[in-house]
């Protein structure tokens, strides 16, 4: 599935010991977006996922805002852009 191109992945029902990381490594890390399922489970459980991750500060970053940014960034820049053109 990751291959088909801009697929993107949250990590919300991934279980277990290192599965995001594991995730990260499969899809390759700029794929992958912080979900947590809220309210459905504790979002104390989704950041617990990344801290026990093993990944490195900068990864960290991009699970939680740098690849959601990349994501949304041409939606937000095209919603503008319509906006300025009314």
Known sequence: MSS???VYFEFSMVEGIGGVARL???VSLERVLFGSNFPLFYFEAALLK???SGLDETQKHALF???ARRLFAPAASARLSQSRSL
Do not use: M, S, Y
């Open 65 to 67: 805002e740098r690849n």
């Open 4 to 6: 088909a191109g801009e």
């Open 50 to 52: 990344v801290q026990e």
């Open 24 to 26: 990260a490594q499969r």
